[in-house]
């Protein structure tokens, strides 16, 4: 009756890190798990459904853009095959 939401439930699970850093694995930009952990790009449903301008974002906050070939790539085509 205070006003606070009380979830009974577990969130779903996104896969966690571990998903976002083999997605970046099979794309071989895996240096770059670090970066997105510490930026909080955690949750590959929430990355995957990201636009390219979105990418772009990701790439300034993760770094990426240092290496315009990494970042070029990652925005793109996100995690899917050039």
Known sequence: ???RTVHKEAP???GGMAAVAEALGRIGLQSYAAAFDSEG?????FLLGL??????????????????GHAGKW???GFGEP
Not at 41 to 45: G, K, N, R, S, V
Not at 51 to 65: W, Y
Request: glycine share 6%; charged share 35%; no cysteine.
């Open 41 to 45: 790009f955690d949750d590959i449903e």
């Open 1 to 3: 009756p205070d006003g």
């Open 75 to 77: 925005v793109k085509f």
């Open 51 to 68: 636009d390219s301008a979105e990418r772009a974002a990701v790439a300034t906050a993760t770094g990426m853009d240092a290496k315009p």
């Open 12 to 14: 779903p699970d996104n």
